[in-house]
């Protein structure tokens, strides 16, 4: 147990701080209840897979500048195929878009690894690239988005052993988010793969004189990154119902989140979970600052405070167990 | 490039011509620059001239100011992502005091904020340790809020951009435009800077090997310290050109600049781990991206194909470039 609160204690401090906001939020508003709670969810999930994107490029070592663009062009493409197509189509369109998230992060990897271009720049390169694809695709936000698919995040999930309170709490789209991180994360973390993005993370050259196929791993590093954007580009158009070519906040937002959430910039430590409740705490904070009825253009600051402080926070305990 | 498609019985020769460009690294990227031109003035003839070279210097002036923050902070293995907020603020905030002060004072007051986001970014990254991609995006962060605050303080009194910015940014004397008479003196100083001073070889040194760098008794933090200092002072002095360049204030003016400002340094050959690289590389390299801007432009293609060959130019350039630079 006592290990196990070592190991995990940054994750089981960002929880704490959840619970802490959200009876703060409960304080605030006394109003604030279930219904709020699944708004909040729905908000939270394109952030959540860009910090999922991300998380998993920053553990390889690496850092994905383009998650972003990655997002505006796989939403942009399934609204455009979705435009008046049938709903048994979007059955086709949801691999296709996934797949397509998943070879194009396999390029920025393939990028990296063949030009020996630093990441920062490779990604920024990309970045322009996919901008420039989304906006060859729609030029203007557009397309539609088939009515099961939007379904998927409206509404809360019955679970039967539960009274019926707790049934609220527990909205379509958390399970959603869930399901598909745990799919696509749980079995990657315990696959040979898994263990060789943390390896090159951690030490590149040590992981390539044990035997890791380091631009392979790298690669497919970058492609995971890439499924998850594709995954957070599928949610922004189940959420608006659109496509836009524009870049939302993503990217600031996913480094922002996954420094939170214990991932140490520069590879080799931390989890998904962590970066995850980052995100909601990140978010949490913006809706309690709402409810107080602050200038949303104050947010803006506290956010920046809140996130340059517990860097700081953590740099400095890093600093303190480093001297001892 | 050239020296790539030399064929195998003339390899001293391409060997020699790449042992040359490896020592001289401007050459090839004036060579590109050149040939830039030259495809400029193939496609349509006669846009060549003496006002579109002021044209295009001017607007290679803003971003070469900001590249010149990123060399320095990349020389030390860091990074300034919040340039483009300190410059918008400053910019922001010369417009809106020009109604109520005289230029010099509202100049004054609008590198301030300049100054305080250059010395937290300074602390965080020197005393905290904290990465400096972190620590300037989360600066960038509160300055952008900061000045959306401000904002709404100000809406009522309007604008007005200072009569000798707007000389300054956009004037031509003799074909030169006048953006120059700011531009030469500060990149005479960071040259010199970079490669006269203590100060200078501290950064390379820093850069090279950061642990040897403070074994050997340097204070990291009071160097690091100086240089986000400095990066972000040069990054409102920035801003306040290209108000007078641009003439009207908005929340996001210098925001666009930022990664290209980034893509100029790495294009100039400034290694982003640190330890090397070059103002003068980057100068050139802010001029190839402006003129590669101008050639994208008249090829009338659509917004999003443009953008597309701009995010692959800029990599086959790099990575050509560091071939070059780096096969020994």
Redesign the interface.
Known sequence: MMRLLRQQGWVVGLLALFVVLLITAKLIQPSYGAGDFGSLVRAVLPYAFAVAAQTVVVIAGG?D?SVAAMMALTSVTAAALMAGASEEFALLVVPFVLLMGFALGALNGA?IVF????D???T??????L???????L?APGGGSAEWLRNLIVGTVPIPVLPDAVTPWFPKALLLLVVLLCAVWIPLKRSRLGLSIYAIGSNQLAAFRSGVPVARTKILAYAFGGLFGAMGGLSLTMSTGIGA?IPGPYL?AS??AV?LGGVV??GGKGGLLGPIIAVFVLRLARTILTLLAI?P?????????I??AV??FG??I??RSRAR | MSISTALPEQAPLGRRIKRFMSDYPLVPLLILLVLLVLVLQMLSPGIVNQRWIANTIKFAIPLALLAGCQTMTMLTGG?DLSVGTAATMAAFIVATQGVMYDAPTAMMIALIPAVIIGF?NGI?VGV????P???T??????????L??YQ?TVIASGAKVPEFLIWLGTGVTGGFPNALLLFVPVAALLLFIQKRTGFGRLLYAIGDNERATRLAGVKYWQVILALYMLSSILAGIMGLLYIGLIKAPSLSLAEPLV?PS??AA?IGGTS??GGRGSYTGTIVGALILTVLTTLLTILQM???????????I??LV??AY??IIEDR
Request: aromatic residues 6%; hydrophobic residues 65%; contains cysteine.
């Open positions: 850092i500048l990028l030009s020996r271009v630093p920062i720049v490779v920024l390169a990309t970045l322009f690239m901008q420039g694809a989304a906006l060859l695709v030029n070519p600031m480094v922002a420094v910039l520069g200038d253009n104050v947010t803006a600051i506290v956010e920046g405070t996130l340059v860097v700081m740099a400095f890093a600093m | 990074i937290a965080g905290f340790r904290v990465h991609l972190i620590m995006l989360g600066t960038s962060l509160i300055g952008i809020g900061c959306q605050v709404r990664l980034v893509a790495v982003i781990f659509p917004e999003g194909a443009r953008r597309m060959l701009f995010g692959a800029v990599l790099t990575a560091l071939r």
